[in-house]
């Protein structure tokens, strides 16, 4: 949603930033994967004037991150996250788990992951893809090819 281009950098950190890189984008992201999907429930969420928030909206359509849909006899319209929008979930709770730790207010609402059936606590690990083992975070390479 950033006005900036990344296309040249041939990073898929780069050319995600380009979608989604603005101060508005996670956080109506963050919205719409809680359940909210009208245009004044974001606004009233956000606190964002009506111009930027339509402007963003607008582009995160085009970007195929939400989906807009009627609502049902009214001439306004709803916002549903995608496949695309849900598969950040995990980017946005990466954020979440470095925030608990790093951010300045620590007396500020809490996310906590949890099991939904058992409750058990629950957090994002880098584990192998044959073997599901855990691996730590400072035994992971990063390669770029």
Not at 19 to 26: C, N, P, S
Not at 55 to 82: C, F, N, W
Not at 115 to 122: I, L, M, P
Request: proline share 3%; net charge positive; glycine share 6%.
């Amino acid at each position: 949603m950033t006005r900036r281009s990344y296309d040249k950098h041939n990073c898929p950190i780069a050319q995600t930033l380009g979608a989604v890189g603005d101060q508005w984008t996670l956080l109506i992201v963050r919205d719409a994967l809680r359940g909210l999907g009208r245009f004044e429930d974001f606004q009233d969420s956000l606190g964002i004037s009506r111009n930027l928030l339509s402007s963003r909206l607008k582009q995160m359509v085009e970007e195929g991150l939400l989906e807009r849909t009627p609502i049902d006899g009214s001439r306004r319209h709803a916002y549903r996250p995608t496949k695309k929008c849900k598969d950040l979930r995990k980017v946005l709770l990466s954020l979440a788990e470095w925030g608990e730790v790093w951010r300045r207010d620590p007396d500020g609402p809490r996310i906590f992951l949890h099991d939904r059936n058992s409750e058990a606590s629950v957090s994002l690990e880098f584990c192998r893809q044959d073997t599901g083992q855990i691996i730590e975070n400072k035994a992971v390479v990063t390669k770029f090819r």
